[in-house]
């Protein structure tokens, strides 16, 4: 019944701005920390940005700068704003929630960048 659902992913132009959307059901995202995770071909899964329960952001330091998370309490979602988007940053695209040893996994959304 617990639900993450990622969208917003595509293609973009390196230089290009898209924003990710992490829908959920079953929880509610206040009482959870988020996250938004990475992962490029052949490598390892990455957090790229978190937010506390409290609300609080941190970043990875490849985005800071230039990835923004937040949450919309009244929506129950979730939003990673991509701005300066590189090629390096072509990956899956996945939300998590985590809380008291439980966690929840989107299914992912496709980001490329590329010209």
């Known amino acids: 019944q617990v639900q993450l659902v990622e969208s917003g992913g595509g293609l973009v132009q390196p230089g290009g701005s898209l924003r990710l959307s992490c829908a959920a059901s079953?929880?509610?995202?206040?009482?959870?920390?988020m996250g938004w995770y990475r992962q490029a071909p052949g490598k390892a899964r990455e957090l790229v940005a978190s937010i506390s329960l409290g609300g609080f952001p941190t970043y990875a330091d490849s985005v800071k700068g230039r990835f923004t998370i937040s949450r919309d309490i009244a929506k129950n979602t979730v939003s990673l704003q991509m701005n300066s988007l590189r090629v390096e940053d072509t990956a899956v695209y996945f939300c998590?929630?985590?809380?008291?040893?439980?966690?929840?996994w989107g299914q992912g959304t496709q980001v490329t960048v590329s010209s």
């Open positions: 079953g929880i509610i995202v206040s009482s959870y920390a």
């Open positions: 998590k929630a985590n809380k008291d040893g439980s966690q929840y």
